[in-house]
């Protein structure tokens, strides 16, 4: 049974900083590419991250040179670094899992995916 289980979110003040965990279990994770998404109330899922099982990454614009996506794969765990936090960022922040090797932006191209967890960003 695929599970991914993503732990870290919380509330912090503008330019403020959180690191979130994506647990996977269930399938070989080192063979999958893996993306964070967010999505705020009333929006659709927006792509934020993404990093193929070969260490490539792409960004969104609007958090490139401030968050870092990274994937530990003795830990089947990937990370999402987040830095200067702004309140726009707020939304419940989702991993998914890709077959193919590539850091796609596209909701379609992902087969598994997580709950989410809270991100806030207020003062």
């Known amino acids: 049974q695929v599970q991914l289980v993503e732990s870290g979110g919380g509330t912090v003040q503008p330019g403020g900083s959180l690191s979130l965990s994506c647990a996977a279990s269930?399938?070989?994770?080192?063979?999958?590419?893996m993306a964070w998404f967010r999505q705020s109330p009333g929006k659709e899922r927006d792509f934020v991250a993404a990093?193929?099982?070969?260490?490539?990454?792409s960004y969104a614009d609007s958090v490139k040179g401030r968050f870092t996506i990274s994937r530990d794969n003795a830990k089947n765990t990937t990370y999402l670094q987040m830095n200067s936090l702004k309140p726009e960022d707020t939304a419940v922040y989702s991993c998914?899992?890709?077959?193919?090797?590539?850091?796609?932006?596209?909701?379609?191209?992902?087969?598994?995916w997580g709950q989410g967890t809270q991100v806030t960003v207020s003062s």
């Open positions: 990093i193929s099982r070969s260490w490539s990454r």
């Open positions: 269930g399938y070989m994770f080192s063979s999958y590419s």
């Open positions: 998914a899992a890709n077959r193919a090797n590539v850091p796609s932006t596209a909701t379609s191209m992902y087969n598994y």
